[in-house]
T-cell receptor
């Protein structure tokens, strides 16, 4: 079945450091891929998405490229801020967009 | 303001006592879904609904029921809660299936003793 695997956290970085959070997936079809962010005490918010191979999703300085050959969708940001501290979830949905599969989440701590 | 509202936010109950967690959205969305979040497991989908009277199982439906009698409401029902249903629950909604942005509620933390 479909699944998403994320790197274990927590990830601790200093402000302005480069961020990579790895995400790989297993899917039977051609899924769309998502990154969601969860701030403390809140629900999830969509950060970015990509719907086909080689698409790059981007938002708020975060980027991720849909790599079909490596079944990956790694999240990157060139310079993190303290306000980026949150839990990040990678997710996929197959063609019908009804069922969603989430990774286990990666907690990011950014220190001033 | 566009929002998904869950109630209650916190609930402590005992094994076997039926409970309902309500979810309401004000965006006229067709698609609604319930998830549970557990440490190390991320979010797992319980049930989803494509429209009124149309519901289907997600990945972990056992022990849960849902109904969609009105477009705005999608309650989650635990007929006989057990301790392994202790979790953080999220409701979400989206237009035209989950293809577009899913809006999440603030969560309901449930403890079953």
């Amino acid at each position: 079945g479909d699944s998403v695997t994320q790197m274990e956290g927590p990830v601790t970085l200093s402000e302005e450091a480069f961020l990579t959070i790895n995400c790989t997936y297993t899917a039977t079809g051609y899924p769309s891929l998502f990154w969601y962010v969860q701030y403390p005490g809140e629900g999830l918010q969509l950060l970015l998405k990509a719907t086909k191979a080689d698409d790059k999703g981007s938002n708020k300085g975060f980027e991720a490229t849909y790599r079909k050959e490596t079944t990956s969708f790694h999240l990157e940001k060139g310079s993190v801020q303290v306000s980026d501290s949150a839990v990040y979830f990678c997710a996929l949905s197959e063609d019908n967009f009804n069922k969603f599969y989430f990774g286990s989440g990666t907690k990011l701590n950014v220190k001033p | 303001e566009a929002q998904v509202t869950q109630n209650p936010r916190y609930l402590i109950t005992v094994t076997g006592k039926k409970l309902t967690v309500t979810c309401s959205q004000n965006m006229n969305h067709e698609y609604m879904s319930w998830y549970r979040q557990d440490p190390g497991l991320g979010l797992r989908q319980i049930y989803y609904s494509m429209n009124v009277e149309v519901t289907d199982k997600g990945d972990v439906p056992e022990g849960y029921k849902v109904s969609r009698k009105e477009k705005r409401n999608f309650p989650l029902i635990l007929e006989s809660p057990s301790p392994n249903q202790t979790s953080l629950y999220f409701c979400a909604s989206s237009s035209t299936g989950g293809k577009n942005i899913q809006y999440f509620g603030a969560g309901t933390r449930l403890s079953v003793l």
